[in-house]
């Protein structure tokens, strides 16, 4: 399994409003969100928090072997 960098999810603010891809409700422009390049997606920070904390302790773990 092999994942480049750039792909890793990060926390922003919605620049515009767009759907959450997690629970399809809408998200407003300027609402704290998640967003993952890898899927093109975005969703509410609260909505993907435990895969975005999950995602970053995998990244930190990498970094500890470089
Ligand atoms: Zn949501």
């Given at each position: 399994?092999?994942?480049?960098?750039?792909?890793?999810?990060?926390?922003?603010?919605?620049?515009?409003?767009?759907?959450?891809?997690?629970?399809?409700?809408?998200?407003?422009?300027?609402?704290?969100?998640?967003?993952?390049?890898?899927?093109?997606?975005?969703?509410?920070f609260k909505c993907d928090e435990?895969?975005?904390?999950?995602?970053?302790?995998?990244?930190?773990?990498?970094e500890q072997f470089q």
């Amino acid at each position: 399994m092999s994942r480049k960098r750039g792909g890793d999810p990060y926390r922003t603010n919605a620049r515009f409003n767009s759907t959450c891809h997690t629970c399809k409700k809408q998200i407003r422009k300027g609402e704290p969100i998640i967003y993952w390049p890898n899927g093109c997606h975005a969703a509410h920070f609260k909505c993907d928090e435990a895969d975005y904390n999950h995602s970053m302790s995998l990244i930190a773990d990498e970094e500890q072997f470089q």
